[in-house]
């Protein structure tokens, strides 16, 4: 019996069986994919760092390091196993080349080691520790990923050649968010250009325990070893691993929710409408006898057939994205050991959207027990009362014209049943406009103000090079007697040492230079104009536990020294962790130089930048167009997409809910409307009657999803900004597009769901529905 | 007499294939201006099928339905709508009101989707309909809050705001207690006598006893008429008697 009900019911409404079947699917397939890509990137994770023994302390440094010292540590220190200090030989990308390209423009910084002895191993894509021949060269994965490179190719490294003879995975440094990149070379070749860039050292401790890391993370802070440069712990390599992966997990299974949202909502719609359909029947079989259990067997055996149907789609769906999704995680991490495992977890997921289905249609169903058999045969529909809007009546209504009345009246007399409808509309408008506000103020020029930097037409940076500062008073003397730069400032950023109020220690990127030339925003405080002032960026102020008025102690030329902080800005630049200040040094190296520029005339900008760039070859020159552009051009063109891929995602959830929303209501005012069209209301009436509804229903849903995006959406918006070190976050609007052509396409949708949502409206009979 | 509605060998049926079956089977009908006319049957006679097909609610198979001389089976749905919102007035069984709007609200609805720049006529109107029917004091009431016979004289003021050539009932009194059932029968009798036509379906004899012709139906045919003098109020027992007779001759 069930399967002839099911097989009739699914016949005579095949589009939206389908739709939901489709639904389900793609939220089984993607809670599916989810899960497995869980197990299977933890487990690759796992697999790699237990193969490659990743260090479970390490520390940057560059400058002078003390061996002896560290040993003596390493050996008094009860919490290490092993203890080993490896080079890492920074060099320019411009002396890399592979084939035809050098990578100068990578934003990577590429480096080269000799496969260490102890552990912290670099692996070949089978999971072997390389055995490196002289002459051979073995490449971060990620350049076999963007083509850089393939096997057997040529490489030119500081003029020395050697043949690609594979690819490597590094446990420490594979992932594209950490900025090091490390390539592997023979003893012998390391030695041969070891003089041809800076030297880097990992000092890395292998510990008995794991658990011991906190302990001996303080011993080795308190000691006042080597520490010029980041610290870095086994559970933050194995985060900087997971990140990439994980981020596109978090987004799958963020997607899932919402498609399973969907998916809920087309079955809640359907079902409603359906039951709306068969009200009398229902009624009449709780009168003869049939217990509500049964009665909702009938209807449950539908929808179970269709979530099983989807599940069993969106698992074959998840066997061809799998290998898709997998091959990152395999290519980077090679295979989870655990695999076997994931299968496993991917049933486990469906199974979870399955009695998730299952159980929602159970609770949907729980209203027949509420239904009254009498009242059902009496009057075939479901008897609601409607609340409020008492005093909103036709026969003082002056305002709309009969349809509308009745479209606005039957919103605000049944607000419950609208409610859902709304909060899909807010929704929508929500992520129409939050994203694109967000793409807006990103690609604006305003935005450079978040980045640290002022306001100014070129800009020339002086980088991994030595004499920095001699090059930076080179190109300083030239600006001075050129006539179309009106000003200019030199600013160098150097690495001080501050004393934190635990009284840790934590390097900070100081520019020095003259502020007051091209100001950025200060969120707080003002510029640095005194020798005993600084300023914080944003994420250091948080860090350090500054704020505007204290001081801080910065170690400059080897004595203490202490700063009042005057002013916190906002910087995306440099892992946000910047600081600026006035005060002359001569000790520290230099990390880079950045020479800014205005021009009299900004039709200049092209011409002074080749100008520049052909007569200062060390320096990289570019105009603040260009330069913001070539920082964040990724992400403004990522960041824009995901705007429209969000606006066609609103509309189309837009369109399927008002589609279904509407096919519902028509289902449950049918007696309703065959009174009216009993009365002489035309068919066309009818649709008025639903697109006012429908319009009311839109300008509340746009109205508070536009005053959504604009605060709490700015609030989100500003909170994924600032974890980059931006603060006082605020979106640039474009009216045009955010309040006019937004609107204009929600409404467009919402008009046409509604006109085809209503189409059955038309074919309700009056004597099938009215008849005694 | 002038004919406000011909029905010429009218043909009606339901199902398909080997369940098909004729629920009008051939019917002509007249009714005049003025008339007061009424329809028995057994259940499933055809005898709603008929009043739904005369007034263009529900289309036929074949034959022809005049009204005012215009043949109903050539007009487009809303000129069908038109007629029934300007010249024809409808009271069924169940009073047929909108949850949403209240009693006053509910009596000007089909007025108000013409005229709505005469909406304080249309409410004078209404309100002095209501006062006739005696729910004067209900306008504001919800349809939940008033009794059965309440609503029917709400149903029969709706009926009246465009001054119909003719009402149509389907067993208007048929969910009333027999007070209120006369209550509503009296004022059809009313609007009857000022002129306008009535034509209701009933199994009830009292009710059928009101009119001046009752037309009996059995298997979608009207199979006989019987003719009685215009109701003045006074004899409704001999009245029934006499239906009730032609009732048990035709076997209903």
Redesign the interface.
């Known amino acids: 019996m069930y399967y002839r009900i099911i097989r009739n019911d699914i016949l005579k409404s095949k589009a939206i069986t389908l739709t939901t079947t489709i639904f389900v699917a793609a939220a089984a397939m993607l809670v599916s994919l989810a899960a497995i890509l869980v197990v299977n990137l933890s487990g690759s994770i796992d697999t790699l760092m237990k193969r490659a023994e990743t260090p479970h302390f390490m520390q940057m440094h560059s400058g002078v390091i003390d061996i002896k010292r560290l040993t003596a540590f390493a050996e008094q220190n009860g919490h290490v196993d092993e203890f080993q200090v490896l080079e890492f030989l920074n060099v320019d990308g411009v002396q890399i080349v592979f084939g035809e390209g050098s990578l100068g423009d990578n934003v990577q910084d590429n480096g080269f080691s000799i496969q260490s002895e102890k552990f912290d191993y670099l692996l070949d894509l089978d999971g072997n520790v390389i055995n490196v021949s002289d002459g051979e060269l073995y490449v971060p994965i990620c350049y076999m990923k963007d083509n850089t490179a393939r096997v057997g190719d040529k490489g030119v490294i500081c003029g020395k050649e050697f043949t690609v003879a594979g690819f490597l995975r590094d446990s420490q440094m594979n992932s594209t968010l950490s900025s090091s990149k490390r390539f592997l070379v023979s003893k012998n070749d390391y030695a041969e250009i070891r003089n041809l860039g800076s030297t880097e050292y990992l000092i890395e401790f292998r510990l008995k325990d794991l658990s011991a890391l906190v302990a001996f993370e303080t011993a080795y802070i308190s000691a006042g070893l080597e520490a010029n440069g980041p610290t870095i712990t086994y559970p933050l390599f194995r985060l900087l691993n997971a990140i990439s992966d994980g981020m596109m997990i978090a987004v799958i299974l963020l997607v899932s929710v919402l498609v399973a949202a969907i998916a809920f909502m087309c079955i809640r719609f359907t079902l409603l409408a359906k039951i709306e359909d068969d009200y009398r029947e229902i009624g009449v079989m709780k009168a003869i006898g049939l217990r509500v259990s049964d009665v909702k067997k009938i209807y449950l055996a539908k929808y179970a057939a269709i979530a099983v149907a989807g599940s069993i789609l969106g698992f074959a769906l998840s066997f061809v994205f799998r290998g898709m999704l997998l091959e990152n995680i395999r290519l980077y991490m090679g295979e989870s050991e655990n695999s076997s495992f994931a299968m496993f977890f991917g049933i486990a997921g469906i199974l979870l959207v399955l009695l998730a289905i299952i159980a929602y249609v159970w609770v949907v169903l729980r209203r027949f027990r509420k239904l009254s058999a009498a009242e059902a045969i009496r009057f075939g529909t479901s008897q609601e009362k409607s609340v409020g809007a008492r005093s909103f009546c036709l026969s003082r209504n002056r305002l709309f014209d009969t349809n509308s009345f009745l479209g606005v009246k039957d919103v605000l007399a049944r607000k419950s049943l609208y409610a859902t409808m709304l909060v899909v509309l807010v929704i929508s408008a929500f992520i129409i406009i939050v994203p694109q506000n967000l793409s807006n103020t990103i690609s604006s020029k305003s935005f450079i103000t978040y980045m640290g930097i002022g306001n100014c037409d070129m800009r020339i940076d002086i980088q991994q090079t030595d004499n920095i500062s001699r090059k930076a008073a080179e190109i300083s003397k030239t600006m001075r007697s050129d006539s179309a730069i009106t000003k200019y400032a030199v600013l160098t950023t150097k690495t001080f040492k501050a004393t934190k109020s635990d009284g840790s220690e934590q390097s900070i990127k100081t520019e020095l230079g003259d502020h007051s030339i091209f100001p950025v925003e200060y969120s707080e405080g003002r510029a640095p104009a005194a020798e005993n002032e600084i300023a914080l960026s944003v994420m250091n102020a948080d860090e350090l536990g500054k704020t505007v008025g204290e001081g801080i102690t910065l170690v400059i030329e080897g004595k203490e020294r202490n700063l009042t902080v005057c002013g916190i800005y906002s910087d995306i630049t440099n892992g946000g962790k910047t600081a600026k200040a006035v005060f002359s040094d001569n000790s520290a190296g230099i990390m880079w130089c950045v020479i800014s520029a205005e021009l009299a005339d900004e039709s200049l900008v092209s011409g002074k930048v080749s100008e520049y760039a052909d007569r200062f070859d060390f320096a990289k020159v570019s105009g603040i167009d260009e330069y913001i552009n070539q920082t964040f051009g990724s992400t403004i063109s990522s960041v824009g997409k995901a705007s429209r891929a969000a606006i066609i995602v609103a509309l189309i959830i837009t369109v399927l809910v008002t589609l279904l929303f509407m096919n519902m209501l028509v289902a449950k005012d049918r007696y309703s409307i065959a009174v009216m069209k009993a009365f002489g209301f035309t068919n066309l009436d009818i649709r008025l009657q639903y697109v006012s509804r429908s319009v009311f229903v839109l300008i509340i849903g746009i109205v508070l999803g536009t005053l959504l995006a604009n605060t709490l959406g700015e609030v989100l918006a500003g909170t994924v900004i600032s974890s980059f070190g931006a603060s006082s976050f605020k979106f640039q609007v474009n009216p045009f597009s955010a309040y006019l052509i937004s609107p204009l396409m929600m409404a467009g949708s919402v008009l046409i769901a509604t006109i085809i949502g209503t189409s059955g409206a038309g074919k309700i009979k009056i004597y099938e529905n009215i008849k005694e | 007499m002038k004919k406000i509605i011909m029905g010429e060998n009218i043909v009606k049926s339901f199902g398909e294939g080997d369940e098909k079956r004729n629920v009008l089977d051939g019917v002509s009908v007249e009714i005049n201006e003025g008339e007061f006319v009424s329809v028995m049957g057994p259940s499933g006679s055809g005898k ?2 008929l009043m ?1 097909s005369l007034c263009g ?2 289309g036929i198979d074949s034959g022809k339905v005049t009204f005012s001389g215009r043949d109903l089976s050539v007009l487009k ?2 000129e069908l ?6 010249k024809m007035g ?1 009271v ?3 009073p ?7 009693i ?2 509910n009596i ?3 007025s ?2 013409d005229n ?1 720049k005469n ?1 304080a006529k249309i ?1 004078k109107k ?1 309100r002095a309909l209501m006062k006739k029917v005696g729910i004067a004091e209900l306008e ?1 009431r ?1 349809i ?1 809050q008033v009794s059965g016979g309440q609503l029917q004289r709400a149903g029969i003021c ?1 009926a009246l705001m465009s001054n119909p050539k003719i009402i149509f009932g ?2 208007p009194t ?1 969910a009333l207690n027999s007070k209120y059932a006369q209550e509503i029968m009296d004022i059809l009798s009313e609007i009857n006598a000022e002129g306008t036509a009535v034509m209701l379906v009933t199994h009830d004899a009292k009710v059928a006893a009101r009119t001046e012709r009752i037309m009996f139906m059995r298997d979608g045919k009207i199979v006989s008429e019987m003719r009685l003098p215009k109701f003045n109020g006074t004899h409704i027992d001999d009245r029934m008697i006499k239906v009730m007779a032609k009732m048990r001759e035709m076997g209903i």
């Open positions: 709603s099928t739904f609610m529900d749905e809303q709508a038109d007629i029934r919102r300007t409808f069924f069984q169940q047929t009101l909108l949850k949403n709007l209240n006053l609200d000007i609805l089909p108000m989707r709505r909406a409410t209404a504001k919800d939940t709706r389907d067993e048929g």
